[in-house]
């Protein structure tokens, strides 16, 4: 099997003529990770768009991606000396891995022309189907300076910079398919960041103005929710990107009548997740636990439940890959199949692991200096470093930690970015430090800097156990924890997000913590316990049974928690013709 991720630069074919007459889906994401050397994602949003394309790709599905170009990336990570973060761009030469195509298409932002270039890069599957992703770029001569830099910085900015990114994405590239001959039935939004893309094709089904009332609106939604499709990605209001109405205004002039928007968004700001849930017919949360918590945040909506999967075969480790081909033809592309690891060799597998664990030790030492044991088990956490996924939690009670670790020794590696406007997230960075220099040698800890899609592929299958602590319910999803299941690390997380659905106590993995109400400090003690009385235990005491949950890990949770899943699922689902909504479903809107 060839490497599903490769590295090194590809030749790209100039042309998106074979791609035009059978694609019929457009796939928007304001993130993708497409491959590690090509920074146009910023965590698990823009990952998942990737495993999502990969997996398209191995299944022939007629789609096309659309993201923004991202010149400079979202962030390089550096810790200094007092274990703050630093930022860095994080640029990519565009040129190595996809072609500027010849269209182009212009839209009027602050009532300046803005032209937007498509640049195509083919992602091909190891089965050797091939997926086109246009990467839009404003970086164009005719453009003023500072529109030139819209699509440089992922996430970069202000609001207004945010504002216009969405407009190059939602608007300029549904123009851009068109300008390209794209013949597209379905537009899937992943995320809020492309709902201007709803709100652009809305502006094409005006209602004859004798039948519309003063406080109604004066297009037609049907037309609309037949072609989008919805997924939501944050379980909390406050994660949803709102706007003005005056930046909307000032940035988009004349584009359409704020009261209408007002409709359909909301009346005091512009909410792009409403918009998207007013505009959309399929909607969905990442898992089931996802939906319920949106649909009590957003009610008179049908929230459906598609949950998210990694794409397998890219994140398994190529010695445990072995492992699995010897065992099976087809598992990479049907990961169904891995319902029968459990009957893996179990040396084999172990084997397998230790080289893992043993590659990550040697970088941990290359890259930080760490020295860290292959005989210690080796507990892992990298995410975004925010407040919600709440990293320092092993550390809230620091003499329990050191107990802990006397009676059953252990190591930690931490790895995760901060956005640059999170405060709070940045401030846990460093208190992270603190902790780890305050424990000292006794308990070996490291942070190794700038988490990417590199790094992770040796975490999620270096480590032993891969913890979660997200305060419920705000864990959308997660899907680290699925690429270190595959790889028969096992999982010590909070029920929250897939985990729910994942978790098989002493099977699969372990659960930890409460729920919504429960504090920190008890999800600490819960978390010690389960640590010092049957996770660690058992690591040291009962190695068969570890490596026996190692291997329902990879058959329970691989077979399942896979893109390829998922993607059946959606085009099963949502993607075919599907009827329109009935009475009460689709919006909560006095819609018509
Ligand atoms: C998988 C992944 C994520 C998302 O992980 P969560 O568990 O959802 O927080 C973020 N960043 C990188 C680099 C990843 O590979």
Redesign the pocket.
Known sequence: MSPPIANGPSPQPATIGPFLGHTRIAYFTMEI?LRPDVHTYS??LG?LAGDTARASADLDLPIVFVTLLSRAGYLRQGIDAEGRQTEQPDEWQPAHFATALRAKVALLIEGREVWIRPWLHVLVSPLGNQVPVLLLSTDLPENQVEDRRITDTLYGGDESLRLKQEVVLGIGGLRALQALGFAIQTYHLNEGHAALLALDLLRRYPRPTDQVGPRELRYNVAPVREACIFTTHTPVEAGHDRFDYGLFAHVLQGYIDLDQVRLLAGQDALNMTRLALSLAGFINGVAVRHAHTTTRLFPGYRIHAVTNGVYVPGWVHPALATVFNAFSRTWAYEPTTMARFDQLPDEAVWQAHRQAKAELIDLLRERCGAALDPERPLIGF???MTAY?RPALLFEDIEQVRALNRRHPFQVVFAGKAHPHDEGGKALVQRLHRFMRELGPELPTVFVPN???A??RCLVAGCDIWL?TPQPPLEA?????M?AAVNGVLNLSVLDGWWVEGCMEGVTGWAIGGDESTSHADDAQDLYAKLGEVVLPLYYEDRPRWIWMMKQSIAKLGSFFNAHRMMRRYAAEAYIPRRPPGAGEGAGLPLR
């Open positions: 990770a965590g698990g990952v990298a995410r975004r996924k988490y990417d899609v790094l992770a979660n999803s997660g899907t680290s924890g690429k």
